[in-house]
């Protein structure tokens, strides 16, 4: 979830998710699966919230809705949390796009793990192979979790202005 599109009067939901990365991730062992799901849930209600506040029929882009966060949950150990099984009942986008990126270029664009955080690769620091098993971990248990919408998947582009395009392109097809 992007900070800067956060209205002020949700900025809770940034100092959450930036605490949990900071303050709970950090200490798998000490806390639950369920805890971390927990906390993660008041992000995914959010997005609920957000969708339901939204005009019937008007079309909404959400950045991975729930999903990421699902399978993030999932990798953690909470993938039998009734909470997970909750997020499941909210209402289902009617197309999912999916931008297909290696983790080879993941990982050169998080400048070879610096950026990363505790949330994006197995292991206590970001080093290659822990990060590209989690982001293969991670692309599976999405994918599991959208087979049966509608998707639409984007192959990996050398630049974002093609990527860019061709999102318009199967938007504009599909609201347009």
Wanted: glycine letters at 6%; one cysteine or more.
């Amino acid at each position: 979830m992007d900070d800067t599109h956060l209205a002020p009067e949700h900025a809770l939901i940034g100092r959450l998710r930036r605490n949990i990365v900071k303050d709970v991730a950090p200490y798998r062992s000490a806390w639950s699966p369920e805890f971390f799901a927990t906390l993660v849930q008041t992000a995914v209600v959010h997005l609920r919230d957000q969708l339901l506040r939204t005009d019937a029929g008007t079309p909404v882009v959400v950045d991975s809705y729930y999903y990421k966060l699902l399978a993030k949950c999932s990798l953690a150990g909470a993938g039998e949390s009734p909470l997970l099984a909750w997020w499941r009942t909210f209402p289902r986008p009617s197309r999912v796009i999916y931008l297909d990126v290696s983790p080879e270029t993941t990982w050169q664009r998080s400048r070879q793990g610096a950026d990363l955080n505790r949330l994006e690769h197995y292991g206590p620091q970001p080093e290659w192979d822990g990060f590209r098993r989690y982001q293969t971990d991670l692309a599976k248990v999405m994918r599991d979790e959208i087979q049966d919408l509608p998707v639409t998947v984007i192959e990996e582009m050398g630049r974002p202005e093609p990527a860019a395009a061709a999102i318009r392109k199967v938007l504009t097809h599909e609201f347009g």
